[in-house]
């Protein structure tokens, strides 16, 4: 007999043994697991469609783009439905949101996208930089939201090297309306840049719908998800915190893209927490 079924039995044969009010807690796996797609960059310049035809087969569901490889946004669509995807959100450049930001915004209604996200600052980041990025990206945000786009920002390690005594990476938080600017932590660089994820779950909840997944090893260089040493089962008991909704694997550079996202995919779809 498993525990389950002595719990079932001894909540008939224990007097106000309350079985209903005390039920076990089954752990939680990841649903949909998405990629962003500069992981298998260089196939997509070669294959695109048979490359999303990959990484469906692998078993993702979502896929973040950076750059659609000279298909028209149509073109997009139609490519990730034929393969039964859905690309929730898309990275773009500061000078997308500078210098096109209505054409880029409508090329993401095309697509599908609900998220547009901010991937780098393109300028010398000093903190007086960070908070006027700060100021624009709540310019754009107000544009995005307007438009039914939600704008987000996408962090490296820089943004966790004190500058004038702060820390980039709070400026941005703290100088951003919750409502117009989204975040989309990238768990390697916020790690390799000496920051706690958890404590940023904690001081700013509700922050950051999307989640790149990527593993850091001992040596600081990056690896796949599960070969390396953050704690994803923490992190994702945080999930609700934190409000991730979507989840996207990468790898910068592996030596061998399909490999890598394959192995990342079977480790989070295994994964208990």
Do not use: C
Request: proline share 5%.
């Amino acid at each position: 007999m498993n525990r389950r079924d002595w719990l079932r039995l001894a909540a008939t044969a224990i007097p106000g043994f309350a079985f209903a009010r005390t039920p076990l807690a089954e752990p939680d796996r990841l649903g949909r697991i998405g990629l962003q797609l500069y992981t298998v960059r260089d196939a997509l310049a070669r294959a695109f469609e048979g490359t999303l035809a990959r990484v469906a087969a692998i078993g993702y569901r979502q896929v973040e783009f950076a750059g659609y490889f000279n298909r028209s946004p149509r073109q997009v669509r139609a490519a990730v439905a034929a393969v039964g995807l859905e690309a929730p959100s898309a990275h773009i450049g500061m000078p997308d949101v500078r210098e096109r930001w209505q054409e880029t915004l409508a090329a993401a209604h095309v697509v599908g996208h609900r998220y547009l996200v901010v991937a780098s600052l393109d300028h010398d980041k000093t903190l007086d930089d960070y908070k006027a990025a700060a100021e624009a990206l709540n310019r754009a945000g107000e544009v995005a939201r307007a438009a039914g786009i939600q704008l987000a920002y996408h962090n490296h390690d820089a943004e966790f090297a004190p500058l004038e005594g702060q820390v980039p990476y709070d400026v941005l938080l703290a100088r951003t309306d919750p409502r117009l600017v989204h975040f989309e932590m990238d768990l390697y660089w916020i790690t390799h840049g000496g920051g706690d994820p958890l404590a940023y779950f904690k001081r700013y909840p509700g922050r950051f719908p999307m989640i790149h997944a990527k593993d850091m090893d001992r040596q600081g260089h990056m690896v796949d998800v599960g070969r390396g040493g953050i704690d994803w089962v923490t992190i994702f008991r945080r999930r609700r915190a934190a409000g991730i909704r979507y989840v996207f694997v990468e790898h910068d550079n592996p030596p061998a893209p399909f490999e890598s996202i394959r192995a990342s995919y079977q480790y989070l779809s295994h994964l208990e927490f």
